[in-house]
């Protein structure tokens, strides 16, 4: 009889299946043994979309491009208050020179000792030395329509001969080479006794190029690797700093090793206050960087990162919606779990700004008269930032009195926004003042209605709107929240057709000229940042002053005077300053967060060991459920056989035919 | 058999055109050229320049006629051209993508197959009893469950509590059964309830057929009915509702290789329309048509081969 024998066949194949399965059963997503290594493990929420120099502009990018592309200057990794520049591949600090035509010429000097990391793209697969003409070719490549470099509106006007060096390319070409770079462009030129020397010449000064000389469009490239990978290229940026990338697999992984062609430096050896106590300076002048190798994993669901970094597979995580409840007890610190894994949290500001502005532009929210402005500056004293923060943002934020983050020239700690504190009475005064008293338009006995715009929303941000909308109806208008698929939000901001909106602008360097420009009305129009539609020629006038002037008390006078401009317009009402929090494992050290800098990843550690020995603790796996479910199974289905075995006997009784 | 064929290839043509065309409109229906170009520039606020300029490289300033006709042209040739966004190698990137989407779709296809032929068998057998109703029940209650359920809250017991395998990753180098058993036993577990009340209503079907109670009438014993009989005729519309879907298995499942990390075709065409990656959504769409039509026509050819009453000319 078959169904005899097959109950103890089923039970020692089970059996043999749960020792093969305990053999191979591991949740380590990482290949074997890889974890005890000097690996420190990162994730991305998403993929990069480009790691061209010149092109990529995302922050996400800008973590793993910063430490294989340095540039001239660098952000001090811990003086960051306020944040400062100090030499990275340049040697001196650059000259300024007028020019009797009112421009200016900056002349740099970049290390002598600099190579590019070893590629296939060079002869012998060896990276081959730098020098000022592969800056240079940066600026070209910069200035070439076809690769699209993210700031052009910045310099198409001031840097000279951009725009005809520009119109030379050939837009129609297949591939990266183009014999335009072979022509020289007469706004970056090379010094003919110096190949280590190099020279910017603008139309008007620019003080501010200190900070793109920060960034990685301006890090030496190879013109060899940019037309041996062509399109590819997004994907093999070759560079000389710290590190080098391995191997990329899109969507999945992104590895970079230590670059041995990689020029000396040093862990810094001053901090801000505080710094030495929080064991920032333990590694001062230990040779950077201080990790061999970084792993970059595409997890795309929070959830799933979430519980990878719970597991100890992934070093470290941001702090978000999703995990909130799980991280953090009710009085802000970390919950008892956490602490008890060890897990270190670090809050930091963000260089950046949300607001909420009207479109000057609109008939019935925008305009200059004092009506108008009265009506705006009834919804800023309603807007009550706090609440906002608490509710929609877990308490990760800072209530803005203006444009400008703490940190940055011009931040005033004292400064109050004399319409940002919350005061419905006084708003319903200045509503019925603006002619629409109680909210109502006297004419129609009708509500006032604010559209706000937003973007198809996702159900975090439907909190945020609603929390924005129960805020200003206290003033008696009635809020339309009116969401469209983002490209349509977009166009609407492109051709102003919108009302009014909440939105942030993150700082591409930390000078007020980057925020203050938000207003300035030649930057309203496609492919400008001025949603508001503001324009006030007096402003104009000053921002233009503001522009090409370098730090000093006259600037601070007239970036006051801006301010003070431009909140009685109340066009634009500074809501909140964003913060990143994250969070890290007790092996990760050095983990403090610069709020522009993103090379950081040079100056982290990870104590492996203890690392190793923290996985194996937390992922024992656990056996017990899956033989209580073999159990249950086998129990129901042993009365079954016994039914069978019946009916067949019953059969076999009867004298019917043998199975 | 082989005019069969070719004609329902002729036929496919059509049917192709229409699909291309269709998504073709739908896209640019509902985005513009220009706010494609927006999104795929990495400046917060590109200039017009800018604008245009990656709209000419890419071809989307030709007339629609123009645009049309090389596309489907390209497609019928399987030159599949460069991502939008990304600028790789769609060929590339499918290619790739293939394998991964295969191991676990196909580990879940024939596990759920197996697995439900051999639970309807059971249930057929024990028609009435306890099991049968039991069997049903629980896969009226696994059919009820969202997939979004089985997906988060599998990768949490499985994955996250009783940590059998890693909650995200795949590197078949370093072992494939590991990153491939926690997602297979989800959709298994997902998609074996349907199959199962599928198999066994068409099992019962067959018990209910004359010539099994012919066979009971020689004494032929229960089970060797079960086996020899019943199973091989329900095993014609089982297997002409498998194949259909064996050529999708390279497509992969979106939710599950979202969540595990594994890098497959599924999350490739929903990655593609959240970025407004026309080319990448073009060549996946018809991909999809593609493999479809050849399911459709692997079906019919299957029915002519288990099932001897079919001819087909």
């Known amino acids: 009889m078959t169904l005899r024998i097959k109950v103890p066949v089923a039970i020692t194949a089970l059996a043999a299946a749960m020792a093969i399965s305990n053999i191979g059963c591991t949740n380590n997503p990482y290949p074997a043994g890889e974890s005890k290594r000097n690996v420190h493990y990162l994730n991305f929420g998403e993929d990069p979309k480009s790691l061209d120099p010149t092109f990529s502009f995302t922050t996400v990018e800008s973590n793993v491009l910063d430490v294989i592309t340095p540039s001239y200057f660098r952000y001090h990794y811990l003086q960051q208050n306020p944040v400062r520049l100090v030499l990275n591949l340049g040697t001196k600090e650059p000259t300024r020179t007028r020019t009797p035509d009112g421009g200016e010429v900056w002349t740099f000097t970049v290390r002598k000792d600099l190579r590019f990391s070893n590629d296939v793209c060079f002869p012998e697969s060896k990276g081959r030395a730098i020098t000022a003409a592969d800056f240079i070719y940066s600026w070209k490549r910069m200035a070439d329509p076809k690769i699209g470099y993210p700031l052009t509106g910045v310099f198409e006007d001031n840097v ?39 020279s910017i010449h603008l139309k008007r000064p620019y003080p501010q190029l200190r900070f793109i000389m920060a960034m990685h469009h301006t890090t ?65 002048g230990k040779q950077l960087p201080l990790t061999d190798t970084l792993v970059f994993d595409m997890v795309r669901e929070s959830t799933s990162s979430w519980n990878l970094f719970l597991q100890g597979y992934l070093d470290e995580t941001t702090l978000n919606a999703n995990n909130f409840q799980q991280a953090m007890a009710s009085n802000g610190m970390l919950s008892p779990q956490m602490q008890e894994m060890g897990i270190r949290l670090r809050r930091a500001q963000q260089s950046a700004v949300y607001y909420v502005s009207f479109n000057m532009k609109d008939p019935l929210w925008g305009g200059y008269t004092p009506e108008k402005r009265k009506l705006r500056q009834a919804i800023s ?100 929240i009116r969401s469209t698929p983002g490209s349509i939000f977009r166009d609407k901001l492109i051709k102003g057709s919108h009302q009014s909106i909440l939105y942030g602008w993150f700082a591409d360097y930390p000078d007020p000229e980057n925020f203050v420009f938000l207003l300035y009305g030649l930057n309203s129009g496609p492919g400008k940042p001025n949603y508001a539609y503001y324009e006030n020629p007096e402003y104009d006038k000053l921002f233009e002053k503001v522009r090409d002037m370098d730090d000093s008390p006259e600037r601070l006078t007239l970036l006051n005077q801006m301010r003070d401009m431009a909140i009685e317009d109340s066009a634009w009402i500074p809501f909140y300053h964003p913060e990143v929090v994250t969070m890290s494992h007790a092996w990760v050290a050095n983990t403090k967060v610069h709020p522009i800098a993103r090379d950081v990843l040079l100056y982290r550690k990870i104590d492996n060991n203890l690392r190793a020995q923290k996985q194996a603790e937390w992922n024992k796996p656990v056996w017990w459920p899956l033989f209580a479910f073999a159990g249950i199974a086998l129990a129901g289905i042993i009365p079954g056989v016994i039914v069978v075995k019946r009916r067949v006997n019953r059969k076999l009784r009867a004298g019917g035919g043998a199975s | 058999m082989l005019r069969f064929v070719l004609r329902r290839l002729l036929q496919a043509i059509p049917t192709l055109l229409g699909v291309l065309t269709l998504t073709w409109f739908l896209f640019f229906g ?122 988060i809250g599998g990768q949490y017991f499985l994955s996250k509590q009783l940590r059998y395998g890693p909650i995200w ?23 074996i309830a349907t199959e199962i009340r599928l198999y066994r209503t068409f099992l019962l079907d067959e018990i209910s057929q004359d010539y099994v109670r012919t066979a009971r009438a020689k004494g032929v014993s229960e089970t060797r009915i079960l086996a020899q009989h019943v199973l091989k005729n329900a095993l014609i519309p089982i297997i002409t509702n498998t194949v259909a879907v064996i050529p999708g298995l390279i497509l992969g499942g979106l939710l599950l290789e979202n969540f595990f990390g594994i890098p497959g075709l599924g999350s490739y065409l929903f990655e593609a329309l959240g970025s407004n990656d026309f080319s990448v959504v073009r060549a996946m769409v018809f991909l999809g048509t593609l493999l479809y039509i050849f399911g459709l026509i692997m079906t019919d050819i299957a029915y002519a081969i288990v099932d001897p009453r079919v001819r087909i000319d």
């Open chain 1, 160 to 198: 000279i001969g951009w725009k005809e060096y520009a119109a030379a390319f050939n837009l129609d070409r297949k591939g990266m080479a183009d014999p335009n770079y072979d022509k020289p462009f007469p706004g970056v030129t090379a010094d003919p006794n110096d190949p280590y020397t190099f």
């Open chain 1, 220 to 284: 030496p490239q190879a013109r060899e690797a940019v037309e041996h990978y062509n399109d590819e290229y997004a994907r093999h940026p070759v560079g000389c700093g710290a590190y080098k990338l391995t191997s990329y697999t899109p969507k999945q992984r992104l590895v970079l090793e230590r670059n041995e062609n990689a020029p000396s430096d040093i862990y810094p050896t001053e901090g801000d206050p505080g710094d030495r106590e929080a064991g920032l300076l333990d590694d001062a």
């Open chain 1, 381 to 480: 004293l309603v807007l009550d930032s706090q609440e906002f923060i608490d509710l929609a943002l877990q308490g990760n934020g800072t209530p803005a009195q203006w444009m400008l983050p703490a940190g940055l020239f011009g931040y005033d700690n004292e400064f109050k926004h004399p319409y940002r504190t919350v005061d419905v009475e006084r708003a319903k005064k200045l509503i019925a003042d603006a002619g629409y008293p109680g909210g109502k338009d006297p004419k129609t006995g009708e509500r006032l209605v604010m559209n706000i715009d937003c973007a198809a929303i996702t159900a975090a941000a439907r909190t945020q709107y609603g929390i924005l909308k129960r805020q200003i109806e206290r003033v008696g208008v009635k809020v339309e």
């Open chain 2, 30 to 151: 509902t985005a513009s050229a220009e706010s494609i170009a927006r999104r795929n520039l990495s400046s917060k606020d590109p200039t017009p320049a800018q604008v245009q300029g990656w709209i000419k490289e890419h071809g989307y300033d030709q007339p629609p006629v123009v645009q049309l006709r090389k596309a489907t042209v390209d497609m019928l040739m399987f030159k599949f051209g460069k991502s939008d966004a990304t600028k790789e190698d769609i060929w590339e990137r499918i290619r790739q993508g293939a394998g991964p989407s295969i191991m676990v779709s196909s580990t879940i296809f024939i596990g759920t197959v197996l697995g439900a032929v051999l639970v309807a068998v059971l249930a057929a057998a024990f028609r009435g009893t306890y099991i049968d109703k039991t069997t049903t029940i629980l896969c009226v209650i696994m059919m009820s469950v969202v997939y979004t359920v089985y997906v």
């Open chain 2, 169 to 191: 990753g795949f590197d078949p180098a370093s072992g494939l059964f590991k990153y491939i058993l926690v997602p297979s036993a989800i959709g298994f577990a997902a998609g």
